[in-house]
């Protein structure tokens, strides 16, 4: 079929098919909405996942439903070498001139709250070259926000932002996306301020994304975030959202697939939207006619998946030392419930399969978290010699530890992935 109206391909189509299937945390968002609007207490909301699931994309779907709402809103992207206020200094700029609020001196003294905030991410004694200047055209306050601690000024900074809200009967939103690479120290400083906001009843609230273990960062700063955030797991799709997710984009084409087809599909994927884009824009590339049938699927599979070593799985093994790579074809080894012969190790160095089995194809299953243990007992190795290993794989964001004792990959299929590597 015609390459150039490919609804697969990136950024095409009106509704991405990541999106499908997350009807419920629209609703819920909504919900959340009217709930601030109208001055009641809500919690701020933190979306976890794997790699691949489409938290991104639903949250900037939760953002325009924001904008829709009226609400000021503001998103960025942690990183694990950047601190909080420059990045949260610019996305509350900007949700105070989605607010839409006459100038006039007290939106010139939010603004001035927002640069005092922005202004000590430099070091103290800096030159003022060396200072980031936040393109706000007002003198910054000084007594707000301001005093070099991030949990007293992050708390000053949403009060401020809170009251003009307020004032205009609207909301504020900030979103961040990777969540988890927050600095600890502005971990807990977030979660104070959702908590100062919530208990004065302030229209602000906070919406993250991040890994599966981002709840764990997040009761680790603070004893009590458990009871700030809304918490909603975004998995893999179900099976007829996942045939949708398929099938809408293809309608719109003219385009249909065989029920054969939409089962090879769904063995393929396993429901993973950013596989189902991945694939499907192979599929349509490769099918030569409607309706795409399952053969049509077989054929295109070798090229999805060798574009997928590439870009989506091998650009992250890259990143990894030796000795992390090492620790990495451990883990999908370990992983394995029923290894076929000579491939993986013996059921002895897992463990009976009394995990959950995230993935099987072509009679090959695995389990989603091994036991650090399993994985020593791969490499030979004591669990305590392989800690520094673990711990900068973690940080890379390759891996994650949800539950002591066990560790499981970030990026779905990627076990499959190094046991095809040599």
């Not at 603070?222 to 918490?231: C, D, G, M, Q, T």
Request: hydrophobic letters at 40%; proline letters at 7%; one cysteine or more.
């Amino acid at each position: 079929m015609d390459p150039i109206t490919n609804p697969y391909a990136p950024g095409a189509g009106q509704r991405p098919p990541e999106l499908a299937g997350r009807d419920e945390q629209l609703r819920t968002f909504d919900v959340v909405l009217e709930r601030v609007a109208r001055g009641r207490s809500e919690r701020s909301i933190v979306l976890t996942g794997l790699r691949g699931v489409g938290k991104t994309v639903l949250l900037n779907a939760l953002r325009s439903s924001a904008v829709r709402a009226d609400w000021g809103t503001g998103k960025f992207e942690a990183r694990p070498d950047q601190r909080l206020r420059r990045p949260l200094a610019a996305a509350a700029h900007q949700a105070v001139r989605e607010l839409g609020h006459p100038r006039g001196d007290d939106v010139d003294h939010v603004l001035g709250t927002i640069k005092a905030f922005a202004l000590r991410d430099a070091p103290t004694g800096a030159k003022l070259r060396d200072r980031w200047q936040p393109g706000i055209d007002v003198p910054a306050v000084t007594g707000r926000a301001d005093s070099g601690d991030i949990e007293i000024d992050l708390v000053e900074l949403f009060t401020d932002i809170g009251g003009l809200a307020a004032d205009v009967g609207k909301g504020v939103a900030f979103f961040i996306d990777e969540m988890q690479d927050l600095d600890p120290d502005d971990v807990s400083a977030l979660c104070a301020a959702c908590h100062e906001i919530s208990q004065s009843g302030l229209p602000v609230i906070v919406v993250g994304a991040g890994l599966p273990h981002l709840p764990a960062v997040l009761s680790a700063s603070k004893s009590y975030s458990e009871r700030l955030f809304r918490y909603s797991r975004i998995d893999r799709l179900p099976r007829d959202s996942a045939d949708r997710a398929l099938v809408g984009p293809a309608t719109e084409e003219g385009c249909e697939f065989t029920p054969e087809a939409l089962d090879e599909m769904y063995a393929v994927t396993a429901g993973y939207p950013y596989f189902i884009q991945a694939y499907g824009k192979v599929v349509w590339d490769v099918a030569p006619s409607s309706p795409v049938t399952a053969q049509d699927i077989r054929v295109a599979v070798p090229e999805a998946e060798s574009e997928l070593a590439v870009g989506f799985f091998g650009s992250r093994f890259e990143r990894a030392t030796p000795a992390e790579r090492e620790y990495l074809r451990a883990m999908a080894d370990a992983a394995l419930v029923n290894p076929p012969a000579g491939e993986g190790s013996a059921e002895g160095s897992a463990g009976a399969p009394s995990d959950e089995t995230a993935y099987v194809r072509d009679g090959v299953s695995e389990r989603e978290a091994v036991p650090t243990s399993a994985v020593a007992e791969v490499l030979g190795r004591k669990p305590q010699s392989l800690s520094p290993a673990r711990d900068a794989l973690i940080k890379k964001g390759l891996i994650y530890s949800g539950e002591r004792g066990l560790i499981a990959f970030t990026v779905p299929h990627f076990g499959r992935y190094l046991r095809t590597q040599s």
